[in-house]
């Protein structure tokens, strides 16, 4: 009997960031305020794996009940990157492994560039280097 997906449960957890974040090519100044979504997903048969993810209602219904991969070397599914973290999570647990463990030894595709990288203004960042400006 497959193993399936039981309950996908998440929230947004608030943050601060201990300085001004910068623009990027893609934003303007980030601020201090970030929030994190967090997912646990619960398998039928008890087990669970939890981290990053961009689930929403829609997708957490689509989901529920559907079976589990049972092989992720080649990524998730493309269906089922919303909870790719608390998959890859849920699988090392299962591989009693850690996730940075399991992921190098079963290959996960990748983006080959960063989505938001801090580029902090440069007063801000001589302020910080120097003590004045």
């Given amino acids: 009997m497959a193993i399936t997906i039981a309950k996908i449960e ?8 201990p300085r001004l974040a910068g623009c990027n090519a893609r934003l303007g100044v980030h601020g201090q305020a970030l929030s ?10 008890g087990a669970q794996g939890w981290g990053w993810s961009a689930v929403t209602r829609e997708n ?3 989901l529920l009940g ?3 991969p049972d092989d992720l070397r080649g990524g998730v599914p493309v269906d089922w990157r919303a909870i790719e973290y608390p998959l890859l999570d849920l699988a090392a647990r299962r591989a009693g492994q850690s996730v940075y463990a399991y992921v190098a030894r079963h290959p996960v595709p990748a983006p080959t560039t960063a989505r938001c990288i801090d580029e902090l203004h440069l007063e801000y960042a001589c302020r910080g280097l120097t003590g004045k400006w």
């Fill in 10 to 17: 998440w929230t947004r957890l608030p943050g601060r960031r």
């Fill in 36 to 45: 994190c979504s967090l997912a646990r997903v619960t398998a039928s048969d």
């Fill in 60 to 62: 957490a219904a689509a």
């Fill in 66 to 68: 559907q079976p589990i």
